[in-house]
């Protein structure tokens, strides 16, 4: 392997060359930038760790983004081509650089095959890499180290030095070794030139299909820094601790419709959390005495809860007649109406029917401020249910589902339609900005949360809960069109997150 003045001589060298090689192969730039805008939203604060000569950097617009590349050439060129306000450059080592401000973003596109040492490298970036940062790194799958330097013998690719090859497997490893989590891994690129129709068949279907994908050239894993997990810094997070204080307050919402038997055992069974609780009942026009329910115990434990009741809707809307008519938007739209309605910091979901324990809410509360995660999914399927919580065809769908959607999303779940879901209000914040790339298409509210929160690579947990049988009210869930339903949206899923990026 050559000396660290050696590289930077070899890539000085190239510098001149660096656009006729990228022309060549205009294929494999193209799609490692559609990945890297997929990955990266737009508008964040970008750090790109061996940057060449700046054209990933620009792709992924930025409102602030920093070049780094230890070649003076690159630099040269990369100033000279900054095509957008707020790009800066600078000639520096990726295995030593320490910049004065954080970033969101911090890209590494082929570099770890180039660096001299990756854990350096991991050890230095996780030195300056904020809790909210996100580490992207693209490599070459080591499977095509033959065809590469095949390509290189016959002028078809950029000569290289000797490569460090390295397996998703290496690379998360070195993550964890450095104080990192890994979030995600993917694969993308089955066959790297264009061919018309050939080239968007390969890459946009079979490269994406499991066990095919390993096959894939170019490699991507997505990490986040990882703060000593030391519960007692915080405290005991439910009410009542040392340090309640200064905790994150709640919001728990609880979307309900024709639920009027379980409003008082909810209020009664719902925990104080953190600095305070607050209660958001969403009545989707009830027409059972729930919002009457709600009301009574409002006047009854107001002194004592933070308790508010807000409407979807108002009752009634009148049609192009004159005719009044009850309007129905569904859980989805109450989950949204609820989180703008919150104060709190960590937002929670309850559905009101409590077939999930409200008692077990605290645990997902500690799995987010102790940073276990940083969107916590309920999961029934784990510990043995109350006999008729769940029907058996219903169970084997949901299993059938989180398998799909852990496919789709690159995180693994067990349950996806669990209704207790926990974030932060931030987070959903960012999802709610970004939501016009999915569209308000989810009438349940978990998708919209799950794959939002995949878009943004936020890493997601599930926390295993007790499913008790409903004790009053009735059933919303249909099973055969709500199950075609799920399967469009598996579909859209699929071609927003895997197929068509």
Known sequence: MKSRQEKIALFDAAAPERDRWRRRNHYYYDALERLYRFLVPRGRRVLELGCGTGELLAAVEPAEGLGVDFSAAMIDLARARASRDGLRFVEGDAESFSPDETYDYVLMSDLLGESSDVWTLFRCVRGYAAPHTRVVASYFNPLWEPVLRLGERFGLKMPQDHQNWLSVDDVENLFELCGFEVIKSGRRLLFPRAVPFLSAFVNGFLANLPLIN?????????????????VTTIGNPVRGSMAADTLPGVSVIIPCRNEKGNIRNSILRVPEMGSFTEVLYVDGNSNDGTVEEIEKIIAEFGETRDIRLIHQVPPWSEDGRGHGRMLKLGKGDAVRKGFAAARGDVLMILDADLTVMPEELPRFYEALVTNRAEFINGTRLVYP?????????????NRLFALAFSWLLGQRLRDTLCGTKVLYREDYEAIARGRAYFGE?????????LFGAAKLNLRIIDMPVHYAERVSGDIKIERFRHGVLLLRMCAFA???????H
């Open 494 to 500: 699929a071609a927003k997150l895997r197929f068509l």
């Open 385 to 397: 249910m109350e006999r008729e919580a769940m029907r058996t065809l219903n169970k084997i769908a």
């Open 441 to 449: 298409f989810d009438p349940f509210g978990d998708f919209d949360l």
């Open 214 to 230: 390993r096959l894939c050239l170019v490699n991507y894993t997505v990490a986040r820094p990882v703060a000593p997990r030391d």
